[in-house]
């Protein structure tokens, strides 16, 4: 497994940009699958955003489509979510996951971050 550490949240204005940073610790991150996953107060955890180990595919929530990006760097092993047109309703923990397979990022296989709080005012 490998260990994750988030940054890169903050307060920021409706309509604004935030970038979403998880670098990763431990060997083999390009042959891990990557995610970002969020939670809000009182909501369960939900799916935001996936990419594939080679970063040749990626997936989004539809909430999110068209307003945010994910990619990675394997050089750096380092993902990030560029989040644009944020809405007040973006406001939630921001969480990485990192495992084999997309399918398995929520499984027992999957490795998590501690967090990053985004919180977007109206």
């Known amino acids: 497994q490998v260990q994750l550490a988030e940054s890169g949240g903050g307060l920021v204005q409706a309509g604004g940009s935030l970038r979403l940073s998880c670098s990763a610790s431990g060997r083999s991150f390009d042959r891990y699958a990557m995610g970002w996953y969020r939670q809000a107060p009182g909501k369960e955890r939900e799916f935001v955003a996936a990419?594939?180990?080679?970063?040749?595919?990626?997936y989004y929530a539809d909430s999110v489509r068209g307003r945010f990006a994910i990619s990675r760097d394997n050089r750096k092993n380092t993902v990030y979510l560029q989040m644009n047109s944020l809405k007040p309703e973006d406001t939630a923990v921001y969480y990485c996951?990192?495992?084999?397979?997309?399918?398995?990022?929520?499984?027992?296989?999957?490795?998590w971050g501690q967090g990053t709080q985004v919180t977007v005012s109206s």
């Open positions: 990419v594939s180990w080679s970063g040749g595919s990626t």
């Open positions: 996951a990192a495992a084999p397979s997309i399918p398995t990022l929520t499984t027992a296989l999957g490795s």
